[in-house]
């Protein structure tokens, strides 16, 4: 290139021609010299001069090659060819708006309209932070912006952008005079929205004209984007009122919180826009009306249109799967997503989270190995689908590996995704490893101390838990329902009668949350445990609302605390009028009669449950052993190891014996001999689980069991002397609490 520009100088008069194969320098002094510039592929036989030539460049090394023309010439200073490159530069997507920089830091002269074309070229290459720079330069130089600055200025604005200058551009375009220019609106609400201040954009919008249909779609994605959908719908309203005719993204925006607020009667009004041709459809908006009919379980409705739909992509489909799961039809909904041609993380996210809702917590773990067999990239809202599973399941192991997974990866952890880490440590009963979670989110909501409020509470840190309500109100955080269960139930583990009961006091009068039917549950749970079985009952017989289960519940299981006969046959008769099936109210009532000794109540009441077909529902225990769940019930034989364990147990039992123990056989409601109580209560699943862990783990391996139901008392004590005997730490989740035994003590300190 330089051979071949030096071999020009002294030529004048040149002038351009564009063939099939390139750019062609001809001079006219010497007609038969041409020389091939670039190939840029034009029409051919087009002449034009250098400013044309730009306009027509297709990349950065196109313009790089006619700009060693430009400097060859002696024309690097002209203002117009400048003007040009860097036009070329902040437009296109090809530019290059380092280039841009060295071109406009040659220029002699700088109008409004170069700095604005720099300002709009570093928006588009979205580093705000430059824009904000040479914006202001451009005023440090004595140019003052005109009504296209802003708007090019803001444009480019990020949300962290947004919340540090908003305000202070703000007020230079007030200073500057265009507070009224519709464009400069338009900007002004994009940022304020973006940065969450959905206020402030109100009154940027009702401060203008109203006349362009950009500023309303702006507004009502403002709304949507801050979760106020019923903001949108009136948005949408007052745009009827004033006959301002809707487009695509209008529709879109509408459809997407008329989805949300479940408003199928806007609806359908909207989908008369499409039906009507007034509004050009597209798959984009086609996929909104979709997920409109399916997200408000208007399945027939969905699934016509789907299928009506001349092209379809992943979102259509995945609208679809995610129909099928809100309708509770999660199998319909996998046929569906087993047909998707194609699928990315939503579609599976969506499935999971389908059998999440379900309870079917290992299909999640199947397609979660699906999912990564098929090399899809999980996102945040995919790992808090995995992390309930590992939750509920007490799969502590696949849980840290989700944690590493996360980090490794660098998945964007929000509030929502911290909570489900500090839920799913706690439910492993990780404490230590929640509350460094905890520690070290940057934002906390009024979830995640409710979270840590109620994991506590459940792991035996019940004082904890309480430091950590006050924590809470004193980082200005309001309680809600939910986080007062955790108060309440920190209160019932101690036995703090008082300060329970100060607590649900201090509900309605501090912070205005009427106690509903599971919060007067927890206060009968309180007065029950503690002995006090006549003031639980006065409390059921004056709440306002009528006690279900729940409550009822509470009480019977106080009345097996405390033996109290005559109270669980009252419980035991309400519960059974509001659910005549529940097999473990007559399981619970027989072990009452079995520990006081009512041999004849207990043949009636088992008698009643033979008549009426009523079983007990069988205790199941679950254990993660090396990244795989097991499950063991009680009694079962089909475990590939059953026969070791089995031998393992008889081992240990024997051990235990010899050091002491005698079985807890007051609870077996079977009139059977004592050797058949034992044999019966031995074979309860978490002792299963446990000698399962004795022989696959090493010594000092943290055993970790989920229980189905309550654990019985002669478990409890055989975990307590196991966790001393084999200097292990044995962690058992049952249904209403964590139980953390260490050298022979429970968390619970035995009142459970």
């Known amino acids: 290139m330089n051979m071949m520009l030096s071999s020009l100088r002294g030529l004048s008069n040149l002038t351009y021609t564009f063939h099939g194969k390139g750019v062609f320098l001809l001079a006219s002094q ?27 460049c297709k990349s950065m090394d196109q313009l790089r090659q006619i700009q060693s023309v430009i400097i060859q010439k002696g024309l690097i200073s002209d203002p117009k060819l400048c003007s040009n490159m860097i036009t070329f530069c902040s437009n296109n997507e090809s530019g290059d708006m380092k280039y841009a920089r060295s071109v406009f830091d040659i220029m002699p002269e700088r109008g409004v309209f170069i700095w604005n074309t720099m300002i709009k070229g570093y928006s588009r290459e979205n580093i705000p932070h430059d824009g904000v720079s040479i914006y202001r330069e451009m005023l440090n130089n004595n140019v003052k912006p005109d009504n296209y600055t802003f708007p090019f200025l803001l444009k480019g604005f990020t949300r962290e952008v947004s919340l540090k200058l908003g305000r202070s551009v703000h007020a230079h375009i007030c200073k500057f005079g265009f507070e009224l220019n519709e464009f400069v609106h338009h900007a002004l609400i994009h940022v304020y929205c973006l940065c969450g201040q ?36 009136k948005l949408f309203y007052a745009m009827e009122e004033k006959q301002l005719q809707p487009t695509s993204v209008t529709l879109i925006s509408v459809i997407s919180a008329l989805s949300q607020l479940k ?82 993380n939503i579609s599976w996210t969506a499935m999971m989270d389908g059998y999440v809702k379900e309870n079917r917590f290992k299909d999640v773990l199947m397609l979660f190995r699906e999912m990564q067999a098929a090399k899809i990239r999980p996102d945040e809202f995919t790992m808090v689908s995995i992390l309930t599973t590992c939750a509920h399941l007490g799969a502590l192991e696949l849980g840290e590996w989700i944690k590493t997974y996360i980090d490794k990866h660098k998945i964007y952890v929000d509030i929502h995704l911290g909570n489900a880490v500090i839920d799913m440590y706690f439910k492993c009963g ?50 809600d329902d939910v986080t007062y269960i955790g108060v309440l139930s920190a209160c019932t583990h101690m036995g703090l009668v008082e300060e329970g009961k100060s607590f649900f006091a201090n509900m309605a009068s501090q912070h205005g949350i009427q106690p509903n039917v599971i919060h007067y549950g927890c206060l009968v749970d309180l007065l029950g445990r503690a002995g006090r079985l006549e003031g639980a009952y006065e409390v059921i017989m004056r709440m306002p609302v009528k006690p279900n289960s729940i409550v009822w519940g509470a009480l019977l299981g106080a009345c097996r605390i ?55 529902t069988p205790g199941c225990s679950l254990i993660e052993m090396h990244g795989i769940v097991h499950e063991f019930v009680a009694g079962d034989q089909s475990h590939p190891q059953s026969k070791s364990i089995y031998s393992k147990l008889a081992e240990l039992i024997g051990e235990l014996k010899f050091s002491g123990y005698v079985p807890d056989t007051s609870e077996v409601s079977l009139d059977i001999g004592e050797e058949e109580k034992e044999n019966s209560i031995n074979r309860h699943s978490e002792k299963l689980a446990i000698a399962f862990a004795l022989i696959n783990s090493e010594p000092g391996f943290t055993i970790r069991i989920v229980k189905n139901l309550r654990i019985c008392t002669d478990c409890h004590h055989v975990a307590k002397l196991i966790s001393k005997r084999y200097n292990r730490k044995l962690i058992i989740r049952d249904r209403t609490r964590f139980h953390h035994f260490v050298q022979g003590s429970c968390s619970c300190k035995d009142y459970w």
């Open 30 to 56: 010497c007609p038969n010299q041409v020389f091939q510039l670039a190939h840029l592929h034009l029409s051919p036989e087009i002449h034009l001069p250098l400013q044309s030539l730009i306009e027509k």
């Open 198 to 233: 959905v206020d402030m954009a109100r009154g940027v919008f009702d401060l203008s004209a109203k006349s362009d249909i950009l500023i309303w779609n702006s507004m009502i994605s403002g709304y949507n984007r801050s979760k106020q959908f019923g903001e949108s719908r």
């Open 263 to 344: 408003d199928l009667d806007t609806g359908n009004r909207v989908h008369q826009y499409v039906k009507d041709y007034k509004v050009q459809s597209s798959l984009v908006l086609d996929n909104a009306i979709v997920d409109l009919y399916a997200s408000s379980g208007k399945m027939d409705v969905a699934l016509g249109l789907f299928q009506s739909m001349k092209h379809k992509d992943v979102i259509s489909w995945t609208t679809i799967v995610k129909g099928f799961v809100y309708i509770g039809q999660v199998d319909v909904a996998r046929i569906y997503f087993d047909q998707m041609p194609k699928r990315d």
């Open 430 to 479: 990780s404490v230590e490893k929640a509350l460094v979670m905890f520690t070290q989110m940057p934002s906390r909501d009024k979830f995640t101390w409710t979270a840590m409020i109620i994991g506590l509470a459940s792991n035996g840190h019940e004082r904890e838990a309480l430091d950590m309500f006050f924590e809470m109100l004193r980082a200005s955080e309001t309680p």
């Open 562 to 616: 405390h033996k109290d006969v005559q109270m669980a046959e009252i419980a035991a008769q309400q519960l059974l009028q509001l659910e005549p099936g529940n097999g473990a109210v007559y399981v619970l009532l027989c072990n009452i009669y079995a520990a006081c000794k009512k041999w004849d109540n207990l043949r009636e009441t088992r008698r009643i449950m033979t008549d009426r077909g009523i079983k007990k």
